[in-house]
């Protein structure tokens, strides 16, 4: 049974996340033989301001500002 675990930062749709769940299950069920049923995925959302990237926060980088912008918005 392969229990997956994705971190997400805040602000992905319902619509995204149920896509994105698919996908992997598509994929677990392709690559490993699991079975579709047994495909369970865990969703965690963070925000900006816990999460740090070559020790800056994603919240403070200004190569994220727009990524960031984005989810905040929605």
Known sequence: MPNITVELLRGRTIEQRREFAKAVADSAVEILGA???DVRMVF???TPDIVANGGVLAS???SRAGVVAALADD
């Open 60 to 62: 403070e980088d200004e």
């Open 35 to 37: 079975r579709r049923q």
């Open 44 to 46: 965690t959302e963070i």
